[in-house]
Structures are given as C-alpha cells and as structure tokens.
C-alpha cells in the first residue's frame, strides 16, 4: 500500500456530501492555521435531518467489530443528540476520511477507536458549538447562556431541535477550536452500549457485498490456477458457453472468468469449462517436507531480531537446560461471507460495491486497470461478512480481478468467490517453526532464552517491505517475542529469524504474528514453570515484577477464574497472558477430555487493559470472538499443501468452531490510565497457549503443533 500525497487526497476527495454544518470554501484557510492541527469538516462526518435523525459517516469499515456503534457513540457523546435518533452510513472513498495515522482509508490493526478517538468526539464538539450560536444568533442571546440536551438547544423557556437549527448553523463561520467534555461529564462513554447495526442484521435489511444487485448485473466466478504461480496454457469455452445462461467466457490475469446471469449458472459453466495450466515449480509444494525444511532451519543462524549478553555461555552455564520446538500451519482467514465485489462501468468513472477494508488502495488499483484517475472510481463500502485481514490486500487481489473481468466482458459484473474458491485462494497466515532454548538458574529463574523463528515474511514483495523489513527483519513476524515483557526480565536473550519464499501468497490474519509468537512464548514459558518447580502464575508474576500492567491482568484473570482451587474432577486450568496492539489480554481456560479424545473447553476467563473502554458491551463480544477465533484454530483448523494442492477445500475438512464447542466466556475489564489500544485482536493469541497449558495440566501431555491432537 502506497501513501498518496495530501495534493491527490485533495483532488480526490469530491463534493456530494449532504449539507450539515461546514462551508467547504473554508477549509483552505483552517488548513492553513499555522502550527494548528486542523479541525475535521464536520459535514464529511455528520448530516442532522429535518426529522431530527443524526447520521455518522464513518470512514471505517464495519465488519463484525462494531464500529458502527462506537463511532457514532463519540460524536454523541460531544454532540448531545438524542442517541436514539443516531444512523450510521459508510463513508465514500475520499482523503478526507484518511485513517489519521496511516494516511490513507482503511481498516485494520485494531486501531479504528483508538485512530479516531479525537477527531469524532472533535466533530460532535464542532457541530454542537454551531448549533448553540444558530440558536443565540436566532434567539439574540448569548451563546454561553444556553445548553444541550438530548437533541435539543435549550435556553430558559426557549428550545429548539438539532434538525430546525441545521441550516443556519450551517452558514456560521466554523470555529477555530473546541473544548471537548472532560471524562467526569461523560453520559455514554463508557457505558454499555447496544449495537445499532443488530436490527438490520437479525431482520436481513443490511446489505453485505453478496447481497448487491441491480438491473442488468451479471455474476462471474474465475477458474484459477490450481496450484499458486501456476501459468494458464490454453482453455477451450465451448461446453461453457452451452450451459444455458452462460453469456461470455473471458480470459483475464488471474484465470478464466463464467459469465452469466446469475452465480449458480456461472458455477456450473465453469464446471464445464476445460482449461490447461503450466504448474510451474509450485507443484512441488509439500506441507511435510516444508516442516522439514523449516525444522532443519530453525536449528541454524538467521537474521538477528534482538541480543543482549551471551545467550550460547549462559546457555551452557545454566542449571537446567530446555529446548522445544512449537509448529503452526497455514490458515486461512475463512470469513463467513466470501469474497466479492462488483464493478460497473459507468461513462467516464467506475463504481465499485464490495465489502473491503482497503478504500484507497482498491480506488487506485481499479483506476489502474480502467486507465482512469482514482478521483474517477466511487467506493461503494457495504457491511463485510467477516474480513480478519483478507479484505485488506497489498495487491487488491480481489477488487483488481473484478475490475478485470468487467473490463473485459464490458458489462456490469459481480465477481463471487465460493467457499472453495475462498479456502483454496492463498494469502494465508503463514505456517511458523519457533525453536527455543532456554535456560534456568539454580533458583529456577531464567537466565536465557535462545528463540529461533522460521516463517514466510507477509511484508516481502509489498510496499510495506522499505518500511517494515530492515535488516532482514520483517517486525510482524518477530512481534509478541523481541518486545515480550517476559524476554526483557532475561538477562541473555537472543531472537533469530529466517524467511524462506516458498509461492504461497502469505497475509496479515487477526492479530497477525502475535497469533503464533503467543503460542509459542507462552507454552514454553508454562514448560519453564514446572521444571522449575514452580506455580505456573507465580514463575510468571516474578517474571512482570518490572510489567505493573501486565502482572495486574494477569492476577485479575486468575483471581476471577479461582486459580488455585481444585477443579471439577477430570478437568484442569491453564493460563496465558499477551499483549498486542497496545492492549493486555490474560486468559485462564478450563477444560477437560472426553473418551473418545475430542478436547472440550468448558470456559475461559478473561481479563484485560485497553486503557479507556469506550463500549464495555462492545469491548465483550471482540473478546468473545478474539476467543472463537483462536480456539477455532487451536483446536482444527490448518492448510496443508500435496502436490502443490491445497487439501483443503470448505468447512467440512477446513474446520473453524462450531456453535457446540463454544465456551462461557467472562470478560473483566481492568481500569487504566494508559493510552487507549485495540480490541480486535488481542484476544485471539492467548488463547491457544491457555488451553495447550491446561491439556498438560491435565493429561501431562506437552502439546507443540497447532491444531491439538491428543490421539
């Protein structure tokens, strides 16, 4: 993902936006305010209707995370609208809606709330200081004498609604700054809050990417290559193009594109497409021999992450010696609604309609493939079924193949992907080989830790490798273990990394290395524990003791799952702590073993430091998830290669967690005062760990490999 200039951000950001609170013609001298960050547009955000509705334009995309609520609630918070009032809607693709870090308009890396923290509660604080002085101005009083209160401007016996002050506060010249509410006046903030997309969402009114449909819209599914760099020799149409409403057969740069008139015709005249592909050196892939290989590597010197002292001496000085090695596979990211988009041509610009986390990199890239200025393509963001980092390309696989393809056929296209298609497609969370060895003193305290990394770089090849490789070091595959608050209380401690670039499309995927670095961190640290002899909570907490934070999660998750008492019989208790995305998540998990060998985890607990919570129910189901997610993983899912194939194809051998094996979930928040982090993620790593934890506890049985297998 390339940044653009702020001159192109400019050129593309358009007008079309409702009327609401901003004259656009001042937004050149509040820029230019010397030394001052520019107060945000508030009508790029915010429209007020005549029948009072408040409607947030995120420049976010909703996906599962819930931002259509917490977005909304921080404009409330400032505005004091009637909260019943408030609608959300996605934001175009347009500079004004730039992620205030990044850059550019995108979702990921749990950083949504935190990201826009300021600038909504900003535009809910800038849109309520114009309302007041519409009504001052109207009533010929002063502004300070009147106040806000649930949808209404209010002054003695006088009141007026948001929607009837709209239009004149619209024409007041926009303030230079506003004070935002101090946390004691909060009403909302905080508080649990229910979501505002569930209506839509339980009465089937929200429309995802599949859902799009027009007049005269086409579907297309794409034969692609069946193993990943393979080269399409020739392909012969004619079969296709019997099957009834099957209108055009199109080659385009991924493969070859059905064209019909609806997604089950375009299914089987692929089926009865023929097609011949060059395999190319992919064919060989093999998950066994690739095992092998990073086995092997793992046991030579690579690229150096991170060193202090003489990890070999104190290696061989140490008390006690353990060396293990943690292996996890390729996964698949396996949304609940596949990829999609459609694309139609129209005159001289594009619009697009898809569920994607990438709006900026998806405007160029089909402007790109149309020869057009990205200022010239309409991003049209619907709801996502799902996106885990899939929806969020370097390339813009999907949204590009689409373009293609419309490009080709010259008509209206919708391209769909099946769940084979999705499961089978790559960008893959790598597979991962963690060898370590550590050491332990005579008090059974660390002394050194020798940690060996081999995995694919998901940074390599894109336009993040300048950024974010140096040295041989892509930072997302090291993360959770050189910046490990555990590693740092090791006085020897070395991190080495090797990269090998096997043609496997390898992706970010929820909570990205942290979702293997934390399985392997935290086993061996619960190995340590018990050959030192020690409770696997206290050797942790003596390791913190320069953590605060963390040490008082920690204690927090163990102390609310009754770490320390008997379990039921034929259970056990295993725990796990990891930060990631500047927030601390611990997991305590009980579970047991049935006959037949199938793990069953009755329950985790959860404790967790975010900094400010803005929507404690909101704040729950991410954690909820985080662990569904992660203990689909732990407990089934993985991509294995033969043949060069992928053996995988949908959810019957491609399993994720099923609704019976679901735990109860508690969720404690922990009060802070640090910076704010993301909830997203960080609840996925840790639970793998807590439950391999609790299997050894329980059955004595060290599990290294990702899924579990007891049998």
């Known amino acids: ?84 009032k408030i609608r959300a809607e996605h934001a175009p693709a347009a500079p004004v809606y730039a992620h205030t870090a990044f850059g550019v308009q995108m979702t990921g890396g749990s950083t949504t709330t935190w990201s826009e923290y300021e600038r909504y509660r900003t535009v809910g604080a800038l849109a309520r200081e114009l309302l007041v002085r519409a009504a001052a101005e109207e009533w010929k009083t002063d502004a300070a004498k009147l106040r806000v209160e649930n949808g209404f401007v209010i002054g003695g016996s006088r009141r007026a609604s948001f929607g009837q002050l709209a ?36 009465t089937g009114r929200a429309v995802f990417g599949i859902d799009v449909h027009f007049p005269g819209l086409r579907t297309a599914v794409v034969s692609r290559s069946p193993v990943f760099g393979g080269k399409l020799r020739f392909f012969d149409a004619a079969a296709a193009l019997k099957v009834p409403g099957v209108e055009q057969v199109v080659q385009v740069p991924s493969g070859v ?98 569920g994607t986390q990438f709006q900026t990199m998806d405007q160029q890239v089909v402007a790109q493939v149309f020869g057009l200025k990205p200022e010239q393509v309409d991003i049209h963001t619907t709801f996502l079924g799902g996106g885990f980092g899939r929806r969020a390309t370097p390339t813009s696989d999907f949204a590009r193949e689409a373009a293609e393809v419309a490009r080709a056929a010259k008509v209206p296209v919708k391209v769909m992907w099946t769940r084979d298609d999705d499961v089978r497609g790559g960008y893959y969370r790598p597979a991962f080989h963690h060898r370590i060895e550590a050491a332990l003193d005579a008090k059974g305290r660390p002394v050194a830790w020798k940690h060996t990394l081999v995995g694919q770089s998901i940074l390599a090849g894109t336009p993040f490798e ?25 006085p020897a401690r070395k991190v080495l990394l090797h990269s090998p670039r096997p043609p496997i ?14 399985f392997a961190m935290e086993s061996m640290l619960d190995e340590l524990a018990h050959a030192a ?21 920690l204690q927090t998750a163990a102390e609310k799952a009754g770490w320390g008492r008997t379990p039921a019989p034929g259970r056990a208790m295993g725990l796990a702590l990891h930060a990631s995305f500047e927030s601390i998540v611990a997991q305590v998990a009980e579970v047991s ?42 407990l089934h899912s993985r991509i294995t290669f033969r043949d060069g194939r992928v053996e995988q194809s949908n959810f019957h051998d491609y399993q994720v967690l099923r609704l019976d094996e679901m735990p109860a979930v508690e969720v404690h928040i922990v009060k802070s005062h640090a910076k704010m982090g993301g909830i997203g993620e960080p609840g996925t790593p840790p639970i793998a760990p807590a439950v391999g934890n609790a299997l050894f506890a329980l059955t004595g049985k060290r599990l290294r490999s990702l899924p579990f297998q007891l049998t």
């Not at 992919?282 to 002292?309: F, I, P």
């Not at 609604?337 to 694309?343: G, I, M, S, W, Y």
């Not at 974010?468 to 993360?479: A, C, H």
């Not at 607990?605 to 993983?633: K, R, T, Y």
């Open 1 to 84: 993902m390339t940044a653009i200039s702020r001159r192109d951000f400019l050129a593309a950001s358009g007008t079309g936006l409702v009327i609401a609170f901003f004259v656009p013609g001042r937004t050149a001298a509040l820029a230019a305010a010397p030394k001052k960050k520019p107060l945000p547009p508030p009508n790029a955000f915010l429209r007020i209707g005549e029948d009072d509705s408040v409607t947030v334009i995120l420049s976010h995309s909703e996906m599962g995370q819930g931002i259509w609520t917490t977005l909304p609630l921080l404009v409330a918070e400032e505005l004091g609208c009637d909260w019943s």
């Open 167 to 202: 239009t004149r506060a619209n024409a007041l010249p926009a303030p230079t700054e506003v004070k935002l509410k101090p946390p004691e006046k909060w009403t909302l903030i905080g508080k649990p809050t229910r979501r505002l997309d569930t209506p839509e969402k339980i």
């Open 257 to 354: 594109a059905v064209v019909a008139t609806n997604a089950w015709t375009a299914r089987l005249g692929r089926a009865a497409l023929k097609t011949d592909w060059d395999l190319g050196s992919g064919a060989a892939l093999d998950t066994e021999h690739m095992r092998a290989d990073a086995a092997a590597l793992s046991r030579t010197s690579g690229a150096v992450a991170a060193s202090k002292g003489d990890v070999d001496v104190s290696l061989a000085k140490g008390s006690r010696r353990l060396e293990a090695d943690y292996q996890v596979p390729y996964l698949a990211h396996a949304p609940m609604e596949p990829l999609n988009c459609t694309v139609k041509l129209d005159g001289d610009r594009v619009q697009v309609w898809t």
């Open 466 to 490: 300048p950024m974010m490789v140096k040295n041989g070091i892509d930072e997302t595959s090291v993360e959770g273990v050189v910046d490990s608050p555990y590693l740092a209380a090791v």
């Open 505 to 518: 499309p390898v992706l970010w995927w929820r909570s990205v290395g942290h979702s293997h670095t934390a």
């Open 533 to 553: 002899g020690k409770d696997p909570l206290a050797f942790r907490l003596e390791m913190l003791k320069g953590s605060p934070r963390h040490a008082k999660v």
């Open 593 to 634: 073993v049935e006959p037949e060998g199938r793990i069953r985890v009755h329950r985790v607990v959860c404790a967790l430091d975010c900094g400010q919570p803005i929507n404690p129910l909101g704040i729950e189901a991410q954690v909820q998830s985080g662990i569904a997610f992660g203990l689909g993983a732990a």
